[in-house]
């Protein structure tokens, strides 16, 4: 977690043998690009992301989402984007650190899109509408945020894989 800087500039990179993260901040939103360095896009490739997400954050599975199908993210966590999912991670994390301040109702919103006609296959552009003034807060919930993805994507299951990690 040291790649992670203790204030944010105005960008800043994590960097993982399995995805980046480049975040750019204003006043009032944040702007994370992620990266993989995987050949897993879809959580559908990764059976154990449900289980471990009702493990370490039940209450993602009861998040709003909204997606063209119309599922909850409790269906939707079972095959979309690891962009979507770290999307849904991060803003679940944030109001569980403002519930833990005392905030009874936090909200925050965010959108993940990808382009992988325009982009590399695997980029993901995840827009929050979380800015600097909550800089703190922002940094504990990516933290934690980027530890389960971790975890998720290095799931025995995935590992079996031999086309798992692009050689780069």
Not at 8 to 30: A, D, E, G, R, V
Not at 60 to 71: A, E, T
Not at 111 to 121: E, G, I, N, V
Not at 138 to 160: D, E, G, M, P
Request: include cysteine; charged fraction near 20%.
């Amino acid at each position: 977690m040291t790649n992670i800087s203790a204030q944010l500039n105005t960008k800043s990179i994590y960097q993982s043998s399995l995805f980046s993260l480049t975040i750019s901040q204003s006043s009032l939103t944040t702007l994370i690009t992620m990266r993989l360095h995987t050949s897993v896009v879809n959580t559908q490739y990764i059976p154990d992301t449900y289980s471990l997400l009702e493990k370490f954050i039940p209450s993602v599975l009861g998040s709003k989402c909204f997606n063209d199908h119309k599922f909850a993210f409790r269906e939707e966590s079972q095959k979309t984007e690891i962009g979507h999912l770290f999307e849904h991670i991060l803003l679940e994390y944030l109001c569980l650190l403002k519930l833990s301040y005392g905030v009874t109702d936090p909200i925050y919103n965010g959108l993940t899109t990808w382009d992988w006609q325009k982009d590399k296959r695997g980029t993901f552009h995840i827009s929050l509408d979380i800015g600097r003034n909550e800089l703190d807060l922002f940094i504990q919930a990516l933290k934690k945020s980027i530890l389960l993805l971790n975890r998720i994507l290095y799931t025995k299951t995935v590992n079996k894989s031999p086309n798992f990690l692009h050689s780069n």
